[in-house]
């Protein structure tokens, strides 16, 4: 027999409004589909005036909704647009109010080689408006490095072919390999540590950067511009040396040069050992001749000078003659000068003789005498004037003292603060006051 449960009584039913059924299906799909990456074609774009972008992403068979909000697209490098294929990483959500099943953008990036093509271009276009391209900025290479450091793979054909080249051209000169992936995210940050870590070692005078040939995607590594910069940075010029001579890469165009192969960049950094053997061996001769040619000059020199040297004898005899003259002359200059020393001592002995001090100072004795005598004068007279005058000041000021007028009964009146009272008005009943007679004072309150 059929049971129908659904419509039993038994059981509860629970029925859902259509904003929950949509709540629910979007938190089933935003819990359970993690971010994901989806390639397609844009049809339909909009741009409102929110800033948000709304558009479908579709291939040859279906279609799904997309919206991608300000905050994210901002950050997109490019302007999308209808008919181009992108790759788009999301969230897969629904929007609630219409039910439709959509995905939320957050990065978006030109699909395909094209898109490589373009952020190849993007970058040249900068770094050349930032003259990173300018020759006058790239150094050259020295004439003999003494140590080389090359930044490439350790396995690939690259360090083969610029090792070779090196052994077969200068093999005393070391070298050292840096050894960095040269494909694949890795490589950009593994090649700009290379960089940093051969400018900190301060060994080398030259780099060779590169790799062997590859498609765009293989190479691309060499144009991001983090190892541009790098490039640009290195306190030691840097030879770039990426894929076949038809590559160009922007590690190309900032390095102070570019080398077609990794071949010839190692033809490039050093010179062909066996061209200056030759070179050394044309200089021997010139040398060998200058130096023959020296001696030759100088043998003919010694033998003049031989035609013109003296029996040292007669040296000897001239040189004597002269230091028996010059004793004679010095013995007459000495003579002559003890003779003009004799007669400037003798002339100051007179003239000291003629300044005897003791009658200068017999005269000064008896000038001092005198001024002392005149002094005591001065002196007496000028006490007794000013006795004369301290004893008319003293009268006067006894006369005009205030002690004189309080000896014939006057008093003087001061009240609590020190004033001298003048008039009855400065104080009032219950003032203390003090009053100063001849001969003591006087405390009182003022009672009216």
């Excluded at 997309?66 to 294929?85: D, H, I, K, L, T």
């Excluded at 990065?107 to 990173?132: C, I, S, T």
């Excluded at 003789?353 to 100072?361: F, G, M, N, T």
Aim: hydrophobic share 40%; net charge positive; aromatic share 6%.
């Amino acid at each position: 027999m059929f049971n129908d449960d659904f419509n039993s009584p038994s059981r509860e039913r629970q029925v859902l409004s259509v904003s929950q059924l949509n709540r629910r299906a979007k938190q089933l799909l935003e819990t359970h589909l993690p971010l994901i990456w989806v390639e397609g074609e844009i049809s339909n774009i909009a741009r409102p005036s929110s800033g948000h972008w709304y558009f479908t992403l579709k291939d040859d068979n279906a279609q799904v909704r997309c919206a991608m909000f300000r905050g994210r697209n901002q950050q997109v490098r490019f302007q999308p647009q209808q008919g181009q294929q992108v790759l788009v990483r999301a969230r897969v959500s629904l929007y609630e109010n219409r039910g439709d099943y959509q995905l939320i953008a957050e990065h978006m990036e030109e699909a395909g080689h094209g898109a490589l093509q373009r952020a190849f271009e993007a970058l040249k276009e900068k770094l050349l408006q930032e003259g990173l391209f300018d020759e006058a900025r790239k150094r050259p290479l020295p004439a003999l490095p003494q140590h080389i450091g090359v930044i490439t793979s350790g396995t690939g054909a690259a360090i083969r072919d610029i090792l070779t080249v090196l052994k077969r051209r200068f093999p005393s000169i070391p070298v050292t390999l840096l050894p960095v992936p040269v494909q694949g995210k890795e490589a950009a940050p593994a090649i700009v540590q290379a960089f940093e870590l051969a400018n900190r070692a301060g060994l080398f005078d030259v780099l060779i950067v590169g790799r062997g040939g590859g498609s765009l995607e293989d190479l691309w590594p060499f144009n991001e511009e983090m190892v541009a910069r790098a490039i640009v940075s290195s306190e030691v010029p840097v030879v770039s040396a990426v894929g076949h001579e038809v590559d160009f890469t922007i590690a190309d165009f900032v390095a102070d040069l570019r080398a077609p192969t990794p071949s010839a960049a190692a033809e490039l950094v050093v010179p062909d050992a066996s061209e200056w053997l030759g070179q050394f061996r044309g200089y021997a001769q010139r040398l060998t001749q200058l130096m023959q040619r020296r001696l030759r000059a100088e043998h003919q020199h010694a033998q003049h000078l031989g035609k013109r040297l003296r029996h040292p004898g007669e040296r000897l005899q001239q040189q004597s003659q002269r230091l028996d003259g010059l004793e004679l002359r010095l013995n007459q200059i000495m003579r002559q000068r003890l003779a003009s020393a004799h007669q400037r001592v003798a002339s100051l002995a007179a003239r000291q003789k003629a300044q005897r001090p003791e009658p200068r100072l017999r005269q000064w004795r008896l000038q001092v005498e005198q001024q002392r005598e005149r002094l005591n004068r001065q002196m007496q007279q000028t006490l007794k004037q000013q006795r004369q005058r301290l004893g008319e000041a003293g009268r006067m000021l006894q006369s005009v003292s205030p002690l004189n007028t309080l000896e014939r009964g006057y008093a003087i009146v001061h009240g609590e603060a020190g004033e001298v009272i003048r008039d009855a008005a400065q104080v009032k009943a219950g003032d203390r006051i003090r009053t100063r007679v001849a001969k003591g004072e006087i405390l009182s309150r003022v009672e009216g």
